[in-house]
């Protein structure tokens, strides 16, 4: 698998010879740049603007709008960005809710899309022409619930949003409580993304008592409930997702975030990884480069889900050109059995291995457990 690196590179080659027959590859994204999840979208959508200007040796053109982390605008982008623009490949989008949407659409076109966040059971399920870079979270929870029960927690009180990503976590956590019958979800309550308080869910949820709590937000409103519970003095472990894995979240929540728990990608913390591990050179080069352009310490999670899309996307061109021409329902179709069949493809959440009964195609390579020290992630060992 090549590094990003050699992408550049191999991207920077290419651009000096001529494009005689080159067949221009056209990919729609769709992220919450605005919005509660902007936060999150912003970083979606940086990674863009550091990758090759080629995919699977062909070039590439992204057109790239903002959904506002609303559904309906989401949907509405999609089908602006497959009637209108024509384009081979979605990208999209960078929330639950939003990605969702845009799967309803990917399917009545027949258009792959690759999504960058989770999305709903049914969507991934169902849907033979969505795929997504983001771990379930039923992987990334099960390292939360182990954690919890190798710390003698029994019991646990769940806060989280009132949409399809809350749903999510907490089913997946559900999922991994069911396994082992001594631990119990004694407390669940939600907040929406653009509440300021939650004062009534903790004191609901204290009043269980849990021995930890898990926070089924994302991006910097998913730090509202962890300051409210140690304003309201509780003591407990509080546990998030993968969601919450990035600067902003950091700097909203401080000091009041200490000690606190998260799975995520193995990017995150990569320094941390055995030189052993395939993920790391990936995931060391890839924050050179975002580095490289936005600055000391700004890499996050999910502008590596970009990324991670486009090296998916990158190896799944190069097959389908061999059997259609971009711009054809024919290359789409060609595309899209193309993704379905990546195999070992290392990137920087994990390594992808995908097949018809599984579009999101990694293992228990994807998570990492990370706990709060000083204001930055550090690997629980």
Do not use: C
């Not at 990605?99 to 399917?107: C, D």
């Not at 029994?154 to 999922?175: K, Q």
């Not at 990569?270 to 000391?296: C, H, M, R, T, W």
Request: glycine share 10%.
């Amino acid at each position: 698998m090549k590094s990003f690196t050699t992408s550049l590179l191999a991207a920077a080659v290419l651009a000096t010879l001529p494009a005689v027959g080159a067949a221009e590859v056209r990919v729609g994204v769709s992220v919450g740049a605005t919005g509660p999840g902007a936060s999150l979208g912003i970083p979606y959508r940086n990674a863009f603007e550091i990758l090759p200007d080629t995919l699977g040796g062909e070039p590439v053109r992204y057109f790239i709008l903002d959904d506002g982390t609303d559904p309906t605008n989401a949907a509405r982008n999609a089908r602006r960005l497959v009637e209108e623009d024509k384009v081979d490949l979605l990208l999209a989008s960078t929330s639950t809710p939003t990605s969702t949407a845009i799967s309803e659409v990917a399917q009545q076109f027949k258009v792959p899309q690759i999504s960058l966040s989770p999305v709903t059971a049914d969507a991934i399920q169902n849907n033979p022409w969505v795929f997504s870079v983001a771990q379930p979270v039923s992987v990334m929870m099960g390292a939360v619930v182990d954690h919890i029960k190798s710390n003698g927690g029994s019991t646990i009180g769940f806060i989280g949003f009132s949409d399809s990503w809350g749903d999510l976590v907490l089913n997946g956590t559900r999922a991994n409580v069911d396994e082992d019958n001594t631990m119990e979800i004694v407390a669940e309550e939600r907040y929406g993304r653009n509440d300021t308080s939650v004062s009534g869910q903790v004191l609901k949820v204290m009043s269980a008592r849990p021995d930890a709590v898990v926070v089924g937000g994302s991006g910097t409103p998913g730090a509202l409930p962890h300051v409210s519970l140690r304003d309201r003095g509780y003591e407990g472990p509080i546990y998030h997702n993968h969601g919450v894995i990035n600067p902003d979240f950091l700097r909203v929540g401080g000091k009041a975030l200490e000690g606190g728990y998260a799975p995520t990608g193995p990017v995150m913390v990569a320094e941390q990884l055995p030189d052993d591990n395939p993920i790391k050179e990936v995931s060391l080069a890839f924050k050179k480069a975002y580095e490289d352009k936005f600055g000391e310490n700004t890499l996050n999670a999910f502008s590596a889900y970009s990324y991670d899309a486009y090296l998916i996307s990158d190896a799944a061109v190069a097959k389908a050109k061999e059997k259609a021409e971009p711009g054809t329902a024919e290359f789409r179709e060609a595309l899209r059995d193309a993704i379905e069949s990546t195999e070992e493809l290392v990137g920087t959440h994990g390594v992808y291995n995908i097949t018809p009964d599984d579009h999101i195609g990694v293992d228990q390579r994807a998570a990492v457990l990370v706990t709060i020290e000083n204001g930055d992630w550090q690997v629980v060992p």
